[in-house]
């Protein structure tokens, strides 16, 4: 769910009530953490309410799913709204590969028609690793180049990998 939809959500009912009436799936405490995380703050004095305090356009930030700034509890799974995106395919783009034929890369990409994006409930676990300094900065660059997270990267490299064994 959008920012700007909860926001509106709020206007008319409480935290409390949206996360249960609505398809939000977080808790209170985590909304309301989520909304201050996107540069939200809840005033009490005047006339009370959510207010933009942070930086950038709050048109951009509304248009955000309220996921992206949603962190779960340690022990808790995360359970977040995601983009289904093709998988990587070309062993290429999992190695190494320079910022210039990152670019290359996106400037094709962006040349083809755009897929049809498909909206789907995802549970998540949380996980930690360590992972070599230097992979993991071209995994950022990576992210970067292509408007995709880490973990969207990760999750479709080990996706193809075990693709890969299975089919051995």
Known sequence: MKIGEILELIKTDTPANIDKKADVL???KL???AL???????????EKGWYFVGEGDEETVQ???IYD?????????NVSTNVNK???????????VGIKRGKELVKQANEQSAPTIERTNIIRKRSSFDMDVELMKELKIQAIIHDRT??????????????ELKGK
């Open 26 to 28: 977080l808790s209170e």
């Open 31 to 33: 909304l309301r953490k």
């Open 36 to 46: 201050k995380k996107a540069g939200y703050e809840y005033r009490n004095s005047g």
């Open 63 to 65: 248009e955000q799913l």
């Open 69 to 77: 700034f949603a962190t779960a509890g340690k022990a808790k799974e």
């Open 86 to 96: 093709e998988p990587i395919n070309d062993t290429n783009q999992r190695s190494n």
């Open 150 to 163: 880490v973990y969207e990267l990760v999750e479709s490299a080990v996706r193809h990998y075990l693709a």
